[in-house]
């Protein structure tokens, strides 16, 4: 965070109230963040925020903060509700204010799809003074939960906003909007300015202050951006290469499908590999599960959509591999975002095959400046060659066998299950060269 953190400015300088004070010094949080420096403020002087801002930025202490220092000030169930477009993002925000508003009694309630409603609707009646949740939910429990209403709101959120305005939540962004009272403050955080979101901006906010602590796009200094040109049946002979080359780095490889993620996680579990799959495919548990392996060091590898890891709460990777290109730059953008930072150093690499090119081209224009190739000895990748055709084979059987039970196709989950089986059984049969350290 220091990377990001606002010279000068304390949190007692944004008027922060003495029990906040005392709350961000319990997370250990010295400084404001830029964003946060940039944003209390103006919230505390009750203005509607648009901020633009990328998670890792400290971006939910700059609405959590405010807000719970006007919840302290008046305090009243139901007081504010925050959107996010994933579950995981939602959690990690009610996980935040609840962190921050331990001092001060905050209750908050999670409302997210794939868990129990029942329980959810047990939660709603301790009403809690925080509503965290995914549009979709949230619309179910206005509708159908007796006794809770957004009546009363005073604070409306929208946490990643362009992502909130996609199709799938259009619907029920506006259904929110009727439910909730228009005399209230509203907050807008977004990675990037989408037209939908000046749109949401002009509907939803009044005379708001814009604060962009991410402002155009810019790559920070220790960002090294490579590109791997691979004829595509190679490909992931290179991916293991370069797993290899730079074992004992922390990475995120990202894939353009589910299936892919669960299918070279596989593959790179058979060859040694600690890597874990996420994906729309999962279950929330299991998604859950799988970040906090990752979290923990368990695995070093996380397999991912550019869906399934917006918005995760990661401290900085060493390494963003986008094993399929991007279509759409945004992505890129947010999948590098993942490494270098806080000052840290890290590498993005782009594995770009004769189908993509263009795409890549396109990366390149975007980010202004042509990238240096990945130092690969094609000899050496294919040498890998066999035993990645081993694994292929293995993965590809694997995943064959558990989509056959029970004569329909399973879902991911208790493919992990078996892939945890796995796991250990692979570990014991490493293959994978001898360590070497990433080169900084
Ligand atoms: P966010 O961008 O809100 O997802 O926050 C990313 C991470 O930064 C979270 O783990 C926060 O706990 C942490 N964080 C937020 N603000 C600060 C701060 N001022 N100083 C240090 N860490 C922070």
């Not at 990377?3 to 304390?10: A, I, L, N, P, V």
């Not at 002979?237 to 074992?247: D, P, Q, R, T």
């Not at 299936?259 to 799959?277: E, K, Q, S």
Request: hydrophobic share 35%; with cysteine.
């Amino acid at each position: 965070m220091e990377g990001d953190r606002e010279e000068g400015k304390s949190f007692k300088d944004l008027g922060l109230c003495e029990q906040l004070l005392e709350a961000c010094d319990r997370m250990n949080w010295k400084y404001p963040s830029k964003i946060q420096a940039e944003a209390i403020p103006h919230a505390l002087e009750g203005k509607d925020l648009i901020g633009l801002a990328l998670t890792g930025s400290g971006k939910t202490g700059a609405f959590a903060l405010p807000i719970l220092q006007s919840l302290l000030d008046s305090p009243q169930p139901f007081f504010a509700c925050v959107l996010s477009p994933t579950r995981e993002l939602a959690i990690q925000i009610a996980e935040q204010f609840e962190a921050l508003g331990a001092g001060i009694g905050v209750k908050c309630a999670v409302l997210v799809g794939g868990v129990d409603m029942v329980q959810q609707s047990i939660n709603l009646a301790k009403r809690p003074h925080i509503i965290v949740g995914t549009p979709g939910r949230l619309v179910d429990h206005l509708s159908n939960t007796k006794g809770f209403s957004l009546r009363t709101l005073k604070y409306l959120v929208l946490d990643e906003a362009d992502r909130l305005l996609n199709e799938e939540f259009e619907k029920s962004i506006d259904e929110i909007l009727k439910f909730i009272p228009r005399e209230r403050r509203t907050y807008l955080f977004s990675a990037t300015m989408t037209s939908k979101v000046k749109k949401l901006q002009r509907a939803c906010l009044r005379n708001p202050v814009k604060i962009e602590a991410a402002s155009k796009y810019s790559t920070v200094d220790t960002l090294k951006q490579q590109y791997c040109f691979v004829p595509a049946k190679y490909k992931e002979c290179y991916l293991v290469y370069i797993l290899n080359e730079m074992s004992g780095c922390t990475s995120m490889v990202f894939t353009r499908t589910c299936d892919a993620t669960r299918f070279l996680a596989l593959m790179l579990r058979h060859l040694g590999h600690r890597a874990i799959p996420i994906s729309g495919k999962m279950s929330q548990s299991k998604r859950l599960g799988a970040l906090n392996q990752f979290k923990a060091g368990e695995c070093n590898i996380l397999i991912g959509t550019d869906v399934a890891s917006r918005g995760l709460d990661i401290a900085s990777v060493d390494m963003v591999i986008n094993y399929d290109i991007p279509t759409n730059v945004k992505d890129y953008k947010h999948r590098v975002g993942r490494t270098a930072r806080a000052g840290r150093s890290g590498v993005a690499i782009s594995l770009v095959n004769q189908y993509e090119v263009e795409w890549f081209v396109q990366i390149e224009k975007f980010v202004g400046k042509k990238f240096p190739e990945f130092p690969s000895q094609e000899e050496e990748v294919l040498l890998l060659m066999e035993s990645v055709k081993e694994a292929k084979r293995v993965s590809l059987a694997k995943i064959k066998e558990l989509g056959g039970k029970n004569g329909k196709k399973r879902g991911g989950d208790d493919d992990d299950e078996d892939m945890d089986k796995d796991t250990d059984k692979y570990m014991t049969h490493r293959n994978v060269k001898s360590s070497k350290k990433m080169k900084k």
